[in-house]
């Protein structure tokens, strides 16, 4: 009786060798996946930092003033030239669902980056201390987002609000400054 030599590979083999090669490609691909989501959410919380950042110094350069006739940051930063070239002035109550400092000052909302950031500008007055001559003014500046991304819809709409009931991040910065406004001390 002869033998007859098996050469080939069976059925079996290749279907074990298909289920394996698929349970890497979908690991991989959920890898990528969950990587470009953490880019995206780390893009974003560094645009917020700069975008709050730019605020709070130009604000601080300017001597903490709140008198809109004088200090107007969509002015003073440029706000309409690229990059920052969509955003809406919200006044000062446009972001009450936001939590500020203190009393606000401004509010804006800002596409930039792919995203829609929320900037809410405040302040709190420190007591004046005896013998000072330039009040303490503690500077805040509020940067919110949303998590899910779904405001990436570039639109026109000034009625474009931020929704507190969807997840989002909030940046706060905060800075002590002296006020421009000259206090007289008591004799």
Not at 20 to 29: D, E, N, P, S, T
Not at 139 to 158: K, N, Q, R, T, Y
């Amino acid at each position: 009786m002869t033998r007859k030599l098996n050469r080939g590979v069976t059925l079996i083999e290749v279907m074990a060798a298909l289920v394996i090669a698929l349970v890497i490609a979908i690991g991989v691909m959920s890898y990528q996946y969950a990587g470009a989501q953490h880019a995206r959410k780390t893009d974003a919380r560094v645009t917020a930092s700069r975008l709050g950042l730019l605020f709070l110094e130009n604000w601080v350069a300017m001597g903490g003033i709140d008198d809109d006739a004088i200090y107007d940051p969509a002015v003073r930063l440029d706000l309409g030239l690229f990059p920052l070239d969509h955003y809406h002035d919200l006044g000062t109550d446009g972001l009450s669902v936001v939590p500020g400092l203190g009393t606000p000052f401004k509010s804006y909302s800002i596409f930039t980056n792919g995203t829609w950031f929320w900037v809410k500008l405040s302040y709190d007055e420190e007591p004046l201390s005896p013998g000072a001559v330039y009040p303490i003014r503690e500077l805040g500046v509020s940067v919110a987002w949303m998590l899910d991304f779904g405001s990436e819809i570039l639109g026109d709409d000034p009625a474009l609000e931020f929704d507190p009931g969807s997840p989002y991040d909030l940046q706060r910065l905060i800075r002590f400054s002296k006020s421009v406004i000259y206090v007289p001390p008591s004799t």
